[in-house]
């Protein structure tokens, strides 16, 4: 099984990422980063040169270079990466992320990575999977996705 970190909303500080990393280094095969800060993801990136690790921009991140969303297949599994921002996630909160809902459908994903509210969730929702792993900084959140053979198992964590 390939285990991945993921994190969001790091916003300047990747203290408690590292600490995460360091407890399951061992254990992943990389890292998710759902912006806010992409450069966060960039340092994280250059500490663990041997860890592949995918990550978009926020809306935070000026001038970054990183994708804004991001796409990408593992174990048959395919992820859409994004920040969320963009797919009015704190608009939609209540109602079910309709707009992210449809663009990752268009994106053919079955698991739809996201940030930007600092609130973790969690859904399934026509044949694919939200996932907001909450704020890395402010609530010491994250999550752990494991995928094997197009199966993803999800577990969400906290820190403090």
């Given at each position: 099984?390939?285990?991945?970190?993921?994190?969001?909303?790091?916003?300047?500080?990747?203290?408690?990422?590292?600490?995460?990393?360091?407890?399951?280094?061992?254990?992943?095969?990389?890292?998710?980063?759902?912006?806010?800060?992409?450069?966060?993801?960039?340092?994280l990136?250059?500490?663990?040169?041997?860890?592949?690790?995918?990550?978009?921009?926020?809306?935070t991140?000026?001038?970054?270079?990183?994708?804004?969303?991001?796409?990408?297949?593992?174990?048959?599994?395919?992820?859409?990466?994004?920040?969320?921002?963009?797919?009015?996630?704190?608009?939609?909160?209540?109602?079910?992320?309709?707009?992210?809902?449809?663009?990752?459908?268009?994106?053919?994903?079955?698991?739809?990575?996201?940030g930007?509210?600092?609130?973790?969730?969690?859904?399934?929702?026509?044949?694919?999977?939200?996932?907001?792993?909450?704020?890395?900084?402010?609530?010491?959140?994250?999550?752990?996705?494991?995928?094997?053979?197009?199966?993803?198992?999800?577990?969400?964590?906290?820190?403090?």
């Open positions: 099984m390939k285990r991945f970190l993921v994190f969001s909303d790091s916003h300047g500080s990747i203290n408690n990422c590292e600490d995460v990393i360091n407890h399951f280094q061992n254990q992943i095969s990389g890292i998710i980063h759902a912006g806010d800060y992409a450069r966060d993801a960039e340092d990136e250059s500490i663990y040169k041997d860890i592949p690790v995918y990550y978009v921009h926020g809306n991140d000026y001038m970054s270079r990183a994708p804004g969303d991001l796409t990408f297949e593992i174990d048959g599994v395919r992820i859409f990466l994004t920040h969320g921002h963009e797919y009015f996630v704190k608009k939609e909160l209540c109602s079910g992320y309709g707009t992210l809902l449809r663009k990752a459908k268009e994106e053919r994903a079955d698991l739809c990575i996201f930007h509210t600092h609130i973790s969730t969690m859904q399934r929702n026509i044949g694919v999977t939200l996932l907001n792993p909450g704020s890395i900084r402010f609530n010491g959140e994250y999550a752990i996705v494991g995928i094997e053979n197009g199966d993803v198992k999800i577990a969400q964590m906290k820190l403090f």
